[in-house]
């Protein structure tokens, strides 16, 4: 809705889908069409893990510097394999790790609405859902991919195993559930410049829907 001046509110979006459904490139296109802001939960809660910052104090002061590797950084991989091995140990993780990342975002969704100055202000997390960011965003985006691509994504950048990659779909949201959470679907099934026309068409029909004119 516009304000009292006529002026658009920036609109927060939730971009969210499966591990290997390609958000990261989806989150590129949109950083080229639109005039917007994008922060991705995983690069936020690694950047708040760094010495000195909130998350690293808070671990450090409950794991102790076993945790720690020989830089003086917290390991993520030995940190990972404790908290998949201890249930309670991933409850405190989580404890201090979402409440950091989800104050940070608070803070960037305020700072942008003062300046209005941007269209959009894009939040990527494959946990979206899970971690109630729905709860800040004005709409979440679902982007969608086959199994089938998914798997050949994931082996190729990243190694992974096909016995790997079904263990990871299986702890994550089914494609219903996206979609039923979800206000809009950018198939990302298709070649680059498809779904570059995809987003462009999604993201004009949104800026007439919010009162910001189209481009």
């Not at 910052?53 to 394999?81: K, N, P, S, V, W």
């Not at 140990?89 to 950091?100: D, G, L």
């Not at 990302?188 to 004119?213: S, T, Y």
């Amino acid at each position: 809705m516009p304000t009292e001046d006529g002026k658009a509110f920036m609109r927060v979006i939730g971009i969210t889908g499966g591990v290997g459904s390609g958000k990261t490139s989806v989150l590129k296109i949109l950083e080229k069409e639109s005039s917007c802001r994008t922060i991705v939960a995983d690069e936020t809660a690694k950047r708040l893990q760094e010495p000195g910052q909130t998350c690293y104090i808070e671990l450090t002061e409950a794991f102790g510097e076993d945790i720690l590797d020989d830089d003086g950084r917290i390991d993520r991989a030995g940190l990972a394999h404790l908290i998949f091995e201890d249930d309670k140990a991933r409850e405190k993780v989580n404890s201090i790790i979402h409440p950091a990342v989800n104050k940070y975002i608070t803070d960037v969704i305020n700072e942008e609405r003062a300046k209005e100055s941007i269209e959009f202000l894009f939040i990527e997390a494959a946990l979206l859902i899970e971690c109630g960011y729905d709860r800040i965003c004005d709409e979440l985006w679902y982007v969608y991919a086959s199994e089938g691509s998914r798997r050949k994504r994931l082996r190729e950048s990243r190694g992974y195993s096909d016995e790997k990659i079904s263990a990871m779909f299986s702890s994550q949201l089914s494609e219903d559930e996206f979609k039923d959470h979800c206000a809009e679907i950018i198939d990302n099934d298709m070649d680059e410049e498809a779904v570059r026309g995809q987003i462009r068409q999604l993201l004009n029909r949104k800026r007439r829907e919010f009162g910001f004119g189209e481009c």
